[in-house]
């Protein structure tokens, strides 16, 4: 058994030369009391506090109780070996904490553990998987009864309205979605997606790009959520965890209403990191394919940066790391390697839609 020399004392008395032997359970300290007689104390490893035993060149080590207990060491072997006892001494009284739970309560535990884990994963996975099934037809009849609930809020300009949507089909994307752009009026920076096909771009967005091409990258941003289902499956990871928490917890009215909640709520859905990323290489592809300037993601999100600044972007609200998306979108392998061309039809339309 090895010894150790140090100092042992109350707080607030005299220092006393101490030796220090690690025994099964406690640390034993001897030393002579200001009578000079010999003393002996223990201190067991389980309320020895835990904590950061070197100070500076010492180690200063802590006991719990009152009054306090000090002990200083002057070897670092030993601060070793004392974490040693301490961490063992820690796992030991774990077990037994767990031994005297009752079997019903680990039995709950478990229980409480399987169903965080279904609410955590396996009901978002299995959403999501049930979304991409979905056929097109449904996400149509969705996103309109959305569309319609939300409608007479709007503030539509109609012209605007109109030149979006030949501006959009002038892009000449396939797809099985009837999309449909709508203009709607009002003081923020704004646009997003509803299952199938509707889209909305509010008018302050708009006036804030300088060129056709920030217009092409937001709606074939927007268009890729669509056409990925992001919104359906987004959705559907809501629905499905409300109906999950009600046959848990009752209130079985409680999944039908994720449709009418999130219809107030969808211009503000959270995609997810991960999905506005694809959203912006899947949507930069729309681009280079059609040799419009991969800049106009630059320019858009540089724009939204300026407008999250002056906290008037709604959208900069939903989509975080601009300085990071600015830089994956200029190191994609699809950046411009097409080349770039002028589009004038493009740029036609899109001063109009600017003057409109």
Known sequence: MNDYRGKYYIKGGAEQAAIFSFLKD??????????????EVFWYYDEI??????????????????PEQIIEAFSV???????????????????????????????????????LAVYLWLVPYLAVRLAEKVPVSYEENLGNGMYNSMKAGFDID????????????ELNIPTLYKIKITVVKDNVSNAFAMPGGNII???????????????????????????????????FREMGNSMFLSVIFGNAGAAGNVIIRNADNLKSLSYGRSLEREADLDGLKILTKRKIDGNG?????????????SKVSEWMSRHPDLEKRIAYIRQSADFNT?????????KTLFERIKGG
Request: glycine share 4%; hydrophobic share 40%; proline share 1%.
């Open 26 to 39: 406690r640390l034993s300290i001897k030393f002579n009391d200001e009578n000079n007689n010999g003393r």
């Open 49 to 66: 506090i835990r904590e950061n035993f070197r100070q500076a060149n010492n180690l200063v080590i802590r006991y719990s109780g009152y």
């Open 77 to 115: 072997e030993f601060a070793n070996q004392l974490e040693v006892y301490t961490s063992k001494q820690y796992k030991r009284t774990a077990i037994k904490i767990l031994a005297r739970v009752s079997p019903l309560l680990r039995v709950l535990i478990v229980i409480f553990l399987l169903l």
């Open 158 to 169: 109609e012209k605007k309205t109109a030149y979006i949507n030949e501006f959009f089909s």
């Open 201 to 235: 771009v509010y008018d302050k967005i708009i006036a804030g790009m300088d060129n056709y091409t920030e217009l092409a990258a937001l709606l074939s941003h927007e268009f890729t959520h669509v056409q990925n289902k992001h919104t359906t499956k987004s959705l």
């Open 297 to 309: 993601f630059v320019g858009l999100f540089k724009m939204l940066e300026k407008e999250n600044n």
């Open 338 to 346: 097409n080349g770039v061309q002028e589009n004038e039809t493009l």
